[in-house]
């Protein structure tokens, strides 16, 4: 340990305690001030200066959300665009990590020819900016009369969400030993068999850090959803705020009100599995 | 066998927009003016795009959202780790907490940062005015000068989680010993700090230093929330511009250019990322 006099431990004590306040205090501000904004009357929301009174606190918008039957109200909208939002991210995310799972496998366990380039053409997929491929993607999709479906998206997200799964478990699957599998083949175990009984234990640690990723992905993507959709019948949750944030239609209070609905699966899911998720970071983006 | 579902989704998802995204390129296409058709013209949207200084303006509005922001995040992502390194009283309560911003939507983000900038009834000048630190109500996104300052620092709040969760899990597998050598040399924090610290950080940071430049090089969609590259264009980074000239100006080839320089210049990036993964691998 560092030996140092008593008042130097002291001033890093206090520097320590000081700094931990303003942090706590800097990252939960600004998401309190949103949730506090979805609960208060629209008159308290818009007065000057801000005024914050618990007593008038109401859980209105959210049962709007959950209650409202006008199509045109933006509380219909938010709940059939968070809808579109959970299936949509739950399906990629299955779907990525079975399929990653096992081309992940492939480049950890098999030789073949352009194995290296195949592995950095995918890891290119999932850095290309959207904005170079959404032009050309409406076009073909407009053509194959698949514009603003919910399966169209998923097929979209699925491009940068599957070569992310592959990439990330591909560096896990490397540091497992081949010796696992052959000894379950020596047991007995068919070759798939020895995959899903012997393996997928070992890295599941790694294959919840990556679905949290995944999810997280495809809960965010914005930019395809807006040009590659038009009605509720397909937008998710990121584009019905953006519109609402840009039309000015609603008071803020319901768009903060779809807004926490919309931080609430993510954040959920980033606690529930944080202590993978480090882990999972790591091996991910610096062991590769 | 095993290969080809992902194999697949690449091609016809990535690979193909890519090519007909640089044939749109190399075409005369605005949407608005289709009298002459669509005819080949080479690399002429380039030499125009590089000699239009809308262009480089937005060039150099990335360039100053991706050298601000890394600082931000660096700077406080590698003083937070260090704090949730170090023991202290409610530490399970910040490091809980810390993941919250990283794993809030973009757009949700954003749009929350505009509600906060907002300069009546936004938390941040009411803040400040109750502070005492100011006495009027500033236009944070409204003015120019301070627009795309406030758009990093919405951004670097949702990032620096990420960086200090890397940088934590790197200061985990620094050994104990290592600083037992030091401080019997007599070093204190500070020199134990740079000495050895830094030094075991350098891969993390090499490494979360390329991907974020990458994710500046692409910022769109908390710019959409926020400003939508106004006022006065002063945050329109290049990612923008290309919408902008491709969905609102409707001059498909020009934003074609624009977009198809974006990806090389990720694709730069890329490569500079996967040697920096090898040296790494090889080194240890």
Same mark, same amino acid.
């Given at each position: 340990m560092i030996v140092e006099s008593r008042a130097s431990r002291t001033m890093w004590s206090t520097v320590k305690y000081v700094f931990a306040l303003i942090v706590v205090f800097c990252t939960a501000a600004p998401f309190l001030w949103l949730i506090i904004s979805s609960l208060e009357p629209t008159q308290d929301l818009y007065s000057v200066p801000v005024v914050i009174r618990?007593? &008038? +606190? *109401? +859980?209105s918008r959210y049962a709007q959300i959950f209650q %409202? %039957? &006008?199509?045109? *109200?933006p509380a219909y909208v938010f709940r059939h665009a968070m809808g579109n939002s959970i299936e949509i991210a739950i399906v990629v995310t299955v779907v990525c990590l079975i399929v990653g799972f096992f081309a992940a496998y492939a480049f950890a366990r098999l030789n073949f020819r352009f194995k290296r380039s195949l592995l950095f053409s995918f890891l290119f997929t999932y850095m290309v900016p959207s904005i170079s491929l959404v032009m050309p993607l409406y076009i073909i999709f407009s053509r194959a009369g698949m514009l603003d479906s919910k399966f169209t998206l998923m097929l979209v997200y699925s491009s940068f969400v599957l070569p992310y799964t592959v990439w990330v478990l591909q560096g896990y699957l490397v540091s497992v030993p081949g010796e696992l599998e052959e000894a379950a083949r020596v047991d007995g175990c068919t070759y798939f068999g020895a995959i899903i009984r012997v393996i997928v234990p070992v890295v599941i640690p790694a294959i919840i850090a990556t679905a949290v990723f995944a999810l997280l992905l495809a809960w965010d993507e914005f930019l395809y959803a807006l040009i590659l959709t038009s009605t509720i019948h397909a937008q998710t949750i990121s584009v019905t705020i953006a519109s609402f944030v840009g039309k000015n239609v609603a008071d803020f209070g319901m768009i903060a009100t779809g807004g926490v609905l919309a931080a609430l699966p993510p954040t959920i899911f980033a606690l529930l599995f944080q202590r993978f998720i480090v882990g999972g970071m790591t091996a991910g983006s610096v062991k590769g | 066998m095993l290969l080809f579902p992902a194999f697949l989704i690449v091609v016809v998802v990535v690979l193909i927009p890519l090519i007909m995204t640089f044939a749109d390129s190399l075409k005369h296409y605005n949407l608005l003016d289709m009298s002459g058709g669509t005819p080949f013209v080479g690399l002429q949207n380039y030499a125009k795009l590089l000699s239009d200084p809308g262009f480089w303006g937005s060039l150099g509005r990335t360039l100053h959202f991706t050298i601000l922001s890394l600082v931000i995040e660096f700077i406080l992502g590698v003083a937070i780790a260090m704090l949730l390194h170090a023991k202290f009283h409610g530490q399970w309560l910040l490091r809980g907490l810390i993941v919250i911003p990283w794993a809030i939507p973009t757009i949700v983000n954003g749009a929350m940062w505009r509600w906060i900038y907002n300069p009546s009834y936004g938390a941040l000048n009411n803040f400040l005015v109750w502070l005492h630190l100011t006495k009027t109500y500033h236009q944070w996104l409204g003015s120019p000068a301070t627009a795309m300052n406030m758009v990093v620092i919405a951004d670097a709040w949702k990032m620096i989680p990420l960086v200090a969760m890397l940088v934590l899990a790197a200061l985990q597998l620094i050994p104990e010993d290592v600083y037992e050598a030091v401080a019997v040399d007599g070093a204190g924090r500070i020199r134990s700090f740079f000495s050895i610290t830094l030094p075991y950080l350098k891969n993390v940071i090499l490494v979360v230093l390329v991907i974020r430049t990458i994710d500046a090089i692409k910022v769109f969609d908390i710019i959409y929330a926020m400003t939508g590259g106004g006022p006065a264009n002063s945050t329109m980074p290049v990612a923008y511009y290309a919408y902008d000239a491709t969905f609102n100006q409707l001059f498909i080839s020009r934003g074609a250019a624009a977009a198809y320089l974006i990806a090389m210049l990720t694709l730069i990036f890329t490569i500079v990322y996967s040697r920096l993964l090898k040296t790494e691998e090889e080194s240890k």
């Open positions: 618990l007593r &008038d +606190f *109401s +859980f %409202s %039957s &006008d199509p045109n *109200s | -």
